[in-house]
């Protein structure tokens, strides 16, 4: 029996074999030859079937495979893993010693491989990861995503981004945290991703070509920010959504279209090598752009304190009623430009919060919610919860009441023994002469 037979057993017992294999398939077989732990035909051919769907993916199925062993047998992976082929032994007037040699592996691996900062939207990070490779973002987002992918961070699945994951050695929950699409892969590291992610599950709060009023509704709209940092410029993922018109770190409000020459801004569809993210059309630097302060910052910060209040606190099937105020609110202005999303930004005032964010299902949330869409930002939230956790021990243990206007006067201080009400003597209301 040749080695193929005694690779996959031949046919028997109506196993399929190597017979059914497709000639282009050979090199697979033929590198899976020494990766198959078992000598039963069936169990072969479908380890081999698994390696064929991998290997269609674009990954390195044997890759894969080595890394499985790990994850199944853990520390016995040694036991299942192919045995070393050890140098045989020249011998006197034997001539030339020759030695078997495996098949040199592809690279499984990016030469260069920039990691995904936590904000950053995909698009960016693929953006950055075309120039670090000295390729067009065009042609390299092509030829990493494959045909049919307009929007790049909306359109790819779960495989691509796996095989993605793999060729730059990062997790798929991380690339997945720079998507526009719910993935339940996605790993938030930080709070503004999970605020954004309440808003995701509605395709008006994001920004494209077809929201901002271009003919060509096929390809992704991004907004800029003036103040990109010159060592390492990225796209924010929060630049993406419509509700977002002024930065809540900067105070500025956002360009969504070149300062230049007023044409939507496509980090991917550039066509030359750049590392300084230009216009497509005018090769205008948009970190160049004209910087202005908004009003419209403390509201914009509030909006998303409220937004990461009910990620974090409020169950997602509660959820619903608050987006869907705050789109109602919006109109229009989501479809238009960002002058308009600012002046309806600017407009979100505390003492209207239940018509523009909605009231909670749950009563008990209505206070804090209130106090973030005042201004107040978390660490506020858990002094004022301590303060009243202070005042429900002590009027429970009998230590005397504390008064409401002692609070807001003392806020943040403990409260004093004089503003404790005093136990009135009998001495005092005692008749005169008794």
Not at 403 to 427: E, M, T, W, Y
Request: aromatic share 6%; with cysteine.
């Amino acid at each position: 029996m040749d080695s193929k037979g005694s690779a996959f057993g031949g046919v028997r017992g109506g196993a399929p074999g190597l017979a059914d294999v497709a000639a282009d398939d050979d090199e697979l077989a033929t590198a899976a030859e020494a990766w198959l732990p078992t000598s039963d035909p069936v169990a072969r051919a479908g380890i081999l079937a698994i390696l064929q769907r991998i290997a269609d993916t674009g990954a390195d199925p044997i890759a894969e495979l080595r890394e499985g062993l790990h994850r199944w047998f853990g520390p016995r992976d040694a036991v299942a893993m192919p045995p070393r082929t050890h140098r045989p032994r020249g011998r006197a007037n034997a001539g030339l010693v020759f030695e078997p040699l495996y098949t040199l592996r592809r690279p499984t691996l990016w030469p260069q491989r920039p990691k995904r900062l936590p904000d950053e939207l995909f698009s960016s990070w693929l953006w950055r990861a075309a120039v670090a490779a000295g390729a067009p973002p065009r042609q390299f987002a092509r030829a990493a995503l494959g045909p049919g992918c307009d929007d790049a961070d909306r359109d790819v699945g779960p495989t691509p981004l796996r095989r993605l994951a793999q060729l730059t050695a990062q997790t798929v929950g991380h690339l997945a945290a720079g998507m526009l699409q719910p993935m339940p892969e996605a790993t938030h590291e930080i709070s503004s991703s999970l605020a954004e992610s309440v808003v995701l599950l509605d395709d008006g709060f994001l920004l494209s070509r077809r929201g901002l009023r271009s003919a060509r509704p096929s390809e992704p709209g991004a907004a800029i920010l003036s103040a990109l940092p010159p060592h390492r410029p990225y796209f924010r993922r929060a630049w993406r959504l419509a509700h977002v018109a002024v930065c809540p770190e900067h105070g500025c409000l956002l360009h969504d279209r070149c300062w230049r020459c007023d044409k939507q801004v496509a980090p991917l569809a550039q066509r030359s090598v750049d590392p300084i993210p230009r216009c497509l059309h005018c090769e205008a630097v948009l970190a160049e752009a004209p910087s202005s302060s908004s009003r419209a910052g403390p509201r914009q910060a509030a909006l998303q304190e409220l937004l990461l209040y009910l990620a974090i606190h409020i169950p997602a099937h509660q959820r619903t009623p608050h987006p869907e105020a705050l789109r109602c609110r919006f109109g229009r202005a989501l479809c238009g430009w960002v002058a308009e999303r600012e002046a309806v930004v600017a407009g979100l005032f505390p003492a209207s919060m239940e018509l523009w964010f909605g009231n909670p299902a749950d009563a008990r949330h209505a206070e804090k919610l209130q106090m973030l869409a005042e201004g107040a930002n978390p660490a506020s939230l858990a002094a004022a919860a301590r303060q009243k956790r202070h005042k429900a021990n002590r009027t429970l243990s009998g230590k005397g009441a504390v008064h409401d206007n002692d609070i807001q006067q003392n806020a943040g201080r403990k409260v004093s023994v004089a503003a404790r009400p005093l136990p009135i003597s009998l001495d005092v209301v005692r008749p005169p002469g008794r």
